[in-house]
């Protein structure tokens, strides 16, 4: 069976493409590994590049660098930001070129995977019947809780003059956002088939496509979080560890609320923010919004760090805790359940799908920095329960993450797909 795939990211041929090799890799990159294995199975990756580029083998993989035009230079980037917030002139150059991959491997099944990019719209020229798309996040209902927690006002007052003249600030990420989930509902109203995890998913693609066919599959995470197992860290203080990434609506601010209350008792705590940096738009915001210094020894950011040092830091902590506004199922809590950590999580979005609450993990409702106070309390208190709830979360990461599974859903989904196509291109013989 041959396999296009259309990703956000080259998975193993980075390695080729930068000269370097790939620490870790994402979930997209594992799931590669595992489905090349598969002597059944012809896989080949379609995805933006800056540059021109021939088709190329790599690894047991067919790859397909499909020209992004303007990303190659800071003029080229600007020029790209401006169009890209303002104007849909990109998908009439681009998805040409993507039909162009399509023709060119001729598939049996095509999956894309996100809705955040225009893939999808390839599906207005082929049909959607052999073409499934995996949910990873619904642009819509981001949008909607974009400045559920730091108000837009404070967002415009406060950005940096560079990033708003260069139109790389957070207000036009958000209008480069907002055309991207207009872009995006045209998507799921053509695309027939979705692969899903969480509930969350499962009703709104749904709401968004009534005669859409939903599949579950899970997601393998990176290797390295097979490899370890939490035990309880002698440390001096109690120590928090949580992982930020992208957008306005991953919580700073509820860290900041939740550390200043902390701090008002007496606990004693370090809680140390993985994937940002102190001059990062959502610290210098959530510190003009709470008024809690963000260089305190309380609270530290660490910026980004490959798998084994983010492992490493989240061993040596004593909970780990997620603070988004909006999530499905976020790779970096399903992480922390691999490892077997104590977790405080917001319910969100597809999370209660992924932990079950007072079972694997204790949940509070997104944005209530109190209650997340006490529940750091709580676990302080009463860690013997907590440790034993993380260890329940362990067990069941390790069969909803097992790669040889994940892959065999993912296996059958494309035989239901190609062969439903096939009754379908026989009856009209």
Known sequence: ????????????????????????????????????????????????????????????????????????????????????????????????????VVSSVNPDVIHIHGSEENFGLIAENLGARKICMSVQGILGPYKNKYFSGIPKEIVKKNSPFIKRVLLDDSIASYRHFCRKSLREKRIYRIIDNIIGRTKWDEMCSLALNPKRKYYTCNEILRSDFFKKEWTAPSNGKFKIVSTISFGLWKGVEVIFQAAQILEDAGFVFEWNVLGITSNDEKALYSEKMTSFNKNSSSV??????????????????????????????????????????????????????????????????????????????????????????????????????????????????????????????DTRV
């Open 1 to 100: 069976m041959k396999i296009l795939w259309f990703a956000n990211t080259p998975c193993e041929a980075e390695e080729k493409l930068t000269g370097k090799p790939v620490t870790g890799g994402g979930w997209l990159y594992a799931l590669s590994q595992e489905m090349k294995k598969d002597p059944q199975v012809e896989l080949h990756i379609a995805f933006y590049w800056g540059v021109p580029m021939e088709p190329f083998c790599y690894s047991g993989i067919y790859y397909h660098p499909v020209l992004r035009s303007g990303n190659s230079s800071k003029i080229g980037r600007y020029i790209y930001r401006l169009r890209s917030q303002f104007s849909d002139c990109f998908d009439a150059v681009e998805v040409p070129r993507l039909l162009d």
């Open 300 to 425: 530290k950011f660490l910026g980004r760090m490959d798998s084994s040092r983010l492992i490493e830091k989240m061993m040596s902590s004593n909970l780990f805790v997620q603070v988004s506004r909006i999530e499905n199922s976020p790779n970096s809590l399903c992480e922390a359940m691999m490892l077997g950590m104590p977790i405080i999580a917001s319910y969100v979005g597809g999370t209660a799908s992924m932990m079950k609450d007072g079972v694997e993990g204790n949940m509070y409702q997104e944005g209530e920095p109190y209650v997340l106070a006490g529940l750091i309390m709580d676990c302080e208190k009463n860690y013997a329960k907590y440790v034993d709830m993380g260890k329940n979360a362990r067990v069941r990461a390790s069969q909803r993450h097992n790669p040889q599974n994940v892959a065999q859903e993912l296996r059958r989904i494309y035989e239901s797909i190609y062969l439903s196509n096939e009754r379908v291109n």
